[in-house]
């Protein structure tokens, strides 16, 4: 598989259905790539919520005597924020270049133009 890449030019211009099977490859990559960043906004906003509800209900409880529950807590809400961040900027960076290498293949083909934003 690597010769093949190595003998054939990147750039050479390969058929209009071989160019449609990329650009369709790659929007399935970009949906797949927002959904990672939904995911990641979600992971992201837990954390948010629970320390918000911590808040709100700190009138009820000391927070030295449930110290042994919160820090824990604490631990993995800031383990879940961490993930959350790394899925949103890894997920960025994908669809990003995705929309790149569309930009690309448009260019190329200037009869699709009118067929993108």
Not at 24 to 33: F, M, P, V, Y
Not at 93 to 99: I, L, P, Y
């Amino acid at each position: 598989m690597a010769d093949r890449a190595e003998r054939e030019p990147r750039d050479a211009e390969a058929p209009e259905s071989v160019e449609i099977a990329r650009i369709q490859l790659l929007l399935a990559e970009k949906r797949t790539s927002l959904a990672a960043l939904r995911t990641g906004i979600a992971v992201f906003t837990l954390p948010l919520s629970v320390t918000t509800v911590l808040v709100t209900t700190s009138r009820f409880y000391d927070f030295i005597e449930n110290l042994h529950y919160l820090v824990p807590l604490l631990l993995v809400c800031i383990g879940l924020v961490l993930a959350g961040a790394y899925l949103i900027v890894v997920s960025l960076v994908k669809f990003q270049r995705e929309s790149r290498q569309i930009a690309r293949i448009k260019d190329r083909h200037r009869d699709w133009q009118d067929l993108f934003d």
